[in-house]
């Protein structure tokens, strides 16, 4: 029943938490001050439903298997705030934020500083804005007022546009293989997260919903004559718990929940290249004959390959799956297979899985453990639908599972040769909420937090890599996840379907990840299920996927066909080239990478992230940033051979990196897009690393360091600090890695670079080659000594 009053009274103010209660009733709500511009509100009755959070770890790289306390505000700098009350309404303020709270029913309006200005910048709905005493019914609902000129950015993995406005999306975790990548919802992440800035105002701030229980998020799909325009989260249980994120620009939003949520993960250099994969040989009789066949077709076709995603195929047990298990009719000889590709360069990542049907050797022994989850009255494992057929998801709550599960990973893969682990099918499609979890022994329904039990997994693998190999830096996958997982894992955007819509959609799919603190990521070049792409589709598929951190070529084609580089001979010249280029730019990444881990910034980025003052970068497009100097303009649509670019306004040009034309910014230009090539535009005044070996498949690792410049027209300065280490073990924590600083000073007359080494890591190379673009003819001097004109515009220069 709903109330007309629901007051609420201060209690207390105790190390920036601000203590209120509903009268008369079992009804808190603590306020925290945790940063100058981050606040969080929560509320609950009677008691907390979960009492840890595994998701909030602010600028930690991990936290324990049980969470943190929830209640446990340490980490955070807890600045000085000012609190007031006038009548109903209770103020709470810092330096740039303040909250003014009506106390009849708790609705808040939310302001920002601007200079000496308070700006309004949100409210919750004024009518029933939370469900207290359940008088919305079940579940917990936070509702806010929505206007027509917000946008709504987040959510993680999302199909259809960057823009969420005017749409609905469930946060439940799901296998949706072969997903349209324009309407399908959910998909397979719970990143309860969002942005929403003011196209007028030109202000942003971010909501993240502290809560793994399967939710609704709606951006005004949903009307109601009684309310005015609305927007609402509503989780099928837990507690309402949430962090309001000031920017008030894009970019800083998403950094500040990056660090919230915990720093990426910097995985070895090797990571980064062209990596193989498809469900087709290991589903082979000959599987071990078929991947040799694969590295063999790489040399034979040279094709840069550093890795290969081994997929599950290599577990079946008569038809089924049973995870750890080798089946040697396949696989006669598993030490010989990861030999021989290490021999050519190649390290192997094995699919693992987290459920075990009832035909897997080791069912009866975990069950006799009780390391499953178990059904709503604890008496049995919990059976699911998995696969083809049925089985019980490990409980990575409990420890002895989390024991069993590094265990197996370290005896059945890691001593076998196995490098990696490509953590799949771990949505936990579990549909009794009421099913139970150990909870490190505080029992705990499963509908609370089957989202955590992906995010347990994945650091379970990761540190029974690290275990076996300490000195290494683990590289992980995961499909599924929520906020934290990028602490451990890579990911990608799941079982994609072949089509050309596909491949502009996954693009904008990204975005959405990039701007939701998972920055490692790629997407199934090639489309992962239905037909095989055609040439054109496939190659302009690679031309897309070679600037993304996750590069993999991964397929279960219908008519058992395999993306493989060399599938069709007429453009193998084209992918070549591409998976080259790849190579070219790896330390351009490489770069990226290390800024993702050390200073929360996203790798691929919706070009407004770097020119939200340019309002033409928020119409939907397909182009994005890498970095901050790489526009990448990637070709979606079938017999395009020219590109349309809009470049973003900026004090500058921009150039176009294969031709060295410059054009200026904030204008809409047209340049070629052929096969051979991605469209790619440079910022005028960015220096780009490159790695300058001329290198081939026999010769993969081959390394050599080149700078490609983009001078100003005029006069500008632009400095570049390149970060070079080992790329994988943790030396660079204590100290062992140099950086590399290059600085361009452009005048009318002449251009000036500036080269010096920083650090004890010896660099793998003793010169450096500075490349400038055709036409440019001002004289270049390096370290203060004038170099002559050279052919390519082409220099070097020893490192001092």
């Known amino acids: 029943m709903i109330r007309e009053h629901y007051p609420f009274q201060f209690v207390k103010e105790q190390n920036n938490c601000f203590m209120f209660k509903l009268r008369d009733e079992p009804v808190e709500i603590r306020f925290f001050v945790l940063e100058e511009d981050i606040f969080r509100v929560l509320i609950y009755q009677d008691d907390l439903k979960l009492d ?12 324990p298997f049980e969470g943190r306390d929830r209640l446990d505000i340490s980490p955070f700098t807890l600045p000085p705030a000012h609190s007031e009350q006038d009548g109903n309404y209770f103020y709470v303020m810092t330096k740039k934020m303040k909250a003014e709270i009506n106390l009849d029913g708790f609705k808040i309006s939310w302001y920002f500083k601007k200079e000496n200005d308070w700006i309004p910048i949100a409210r919750d709905r004024q009518t029933q804005a939370y469900n207290l005493l359940d008088s919305l019914g079940e579940g917990i609902f936070h509702y806010m007022e929505r206007t027509a000129d917000e946008q709504y950015y987040g959510l993680g993995e999302k199909t259809g546009n960057v823009n969420r406005y005017g749409r609905r999306f469930r946060m439940l975790n799901m296998d949706p293989m072969g997903y349209d990548a324009e309407t399908t919802d959910p998909l397979y992440k719970h990143i309860p997260f969002y942005i929403t800035r003011n196209m007028e105002k030109k202000y942003a701030y971010g909501l993240f919903y502290d809560n793994l229980a399967t939710s609704v998020i709606d951006f005004g799909k949903e009307k109601d004559n009684y309310h005015g325009p609305f927007r609402y989260y509503h989780a099928e249980g837990g507690d309402l718990d949430y962090y309001f ?19 990426t993960a910097f995985p070895p250099k090797w990571s980064l290249g062209y990596s193989g994969s498809t469900m087709t040989y290991t589903e082979s009789p000959n599987s071990q004959t078929a ?35 080798w089946d040697r009719s396949k696989f006669p000889d598993p030490k010989a297979l990861t030999r021989s590709f290490h021999n050519k360069g190649l390290k192997l990542c094995a699919n693992i ?17 009780r390391m499953f989850v178990e059904s709503r009255d604890g008496k049995e494992p919990e059976i699911s639908q998995f696969w083809d057929g049925l089985g019980s998801y490990l409980d990575f709550t409990n420890p002895k599972t989390i024991n069993w599960w590094k265990s197996s990973i370290k005896k059945n893969l890691l001593a076998y040769g196995i490098d990696s682990t490509w953590n799949d099918n771990n949505e936990y499609e579990i549909w009794d909420s009421k099913a139970k979890a150990n909870g490190f022994g505080k029992t705990i329904e499963i509908g609370l937090i089957r989202p955590l039990q992906t995010l347990l997994m994945i650091k379970s693998s990761y540190e029974a890599q690290l275990e076996y190999s300490p000195n290494e830096r683990p590289y992980l996958i995961s499909r599924s996840g929520c906020p934290g997982m990028q602490r451990y894992a890579q990911t990608w955007s799941g079982d994609n379907y072949t089509e050309w819509k596909t491949l502009r959609y996954n693009i904008r799919m990204g975005i959405g990840l990039s701007l939701s603190g998972i920055y490692n990521f790629g ?38 066909t395999v993306n493989e580089p060399w599938m069709y001979p007429e453009v193998i010249p084209f992918i070549r080239k591409l998976i080259k280029f790849r190579n070219m730019i790896t330390p351009y990444l490489y770069q990226c990478l290390y800024e993702a881990h050390q200073h929360c910034k996203p790798i691929v980025r919706p070009t407004f992230y770097n020119f939200e003052h340019d309002p033409n970068t928020f119409k939907e497009n397909d182009d994005f940033m890498l970095g901050d100097s790489l526009l990448v303009a990637s070709v979606v649509d079938k017999n395009s051979y020219e590109r349309e670019i809009y470049l973003p306004e900026h004090e500058g040009g921009w150039y176009n990196f294969h031709t060295g034309e410059w054009y200026p910014s904030g204008t809409t230009v047209i340049i070629p897009a052929p096969l051979d090539y991605t469209p790619l535009m440079v910022m005028e005044g960015a220096i780009v690393p490159v790695n300058d070996a001329e ?16 001078p100003y027209q005029e006069k500008g300065e632009s400095v570049f600090h390149l970060f070079e280490d080992d790329g994988v073990s943790y030396g660079y924590r204590d100290g062992y890695f140099t950086f590399l600083h290059v600085r361009m000073i452009c005048a009318e007359d002449q251009i000036k670079i500036e080269v010096e080494k920083e650090g004890n890591y010896s660099l793998p190379y003793k010169d450096v080659r500075f490349y400038l673009p055709d036409g440019e003819k001002r004289p270049l001097l390096i370290n203060g ?9 082409v220099y070097e220069v020893a490192i001092p």
């Not at 070049?525 to 589709?537: R, T, W, Y």
């Not at 190659?539 to 951190?549: A, D, E, K, S």
């Not at 004038?786 to 052919?791: A, D, E, Y």
Request: with cysteine; hydrophobic share 35%.
């Open 52 to 63: 840890r959070t595994w998701c909030v770890a602010p600028g930690f790289d991990d936290i």
């Open 245 to 263: 994120i000031l920017g008030p620009s894009v970019a800083e939003v998403v950094e500040k929940f990056s660090w919230l949520t915990g720093r």
């Open 291 to 325: 991947l040799q066949e694969f590295v063999d077709s790489c040399e034979q076709h040279d094709i840069l390959c550093y890795s290969f995603q081994l997929s599950s195929g290599y577990t079946t047990l008569g038809n089924k799956r049973c995870v750890f298990h």
């Open 353 to 369: 899985k987290p459920c075990l049907l009832t035909v897997h050797p080791d069912y009866d022994l975990l069950k006799y453990e």
């Open 523 to 560: 997407h199934d070049v090639g489309g992962f299920a239905g037909p095989a792409p055609e040439p054109e589709l496939f190659v302009r598929w690679v031309q897309n996927g070679i600037f993304h951190p996750r590069f993999t070529i991964h397929s279960w084609n219908d008519d058992g």
């Open 695 to 710: 290198v081939s498949f026999s010769d993969k690792f081959a390394d050599e360091r080149g700078f490609y410049l983009f």
């Open 785 to 793: 000594k004038m170099v002559p004109q050279k052919r390519r515009q």
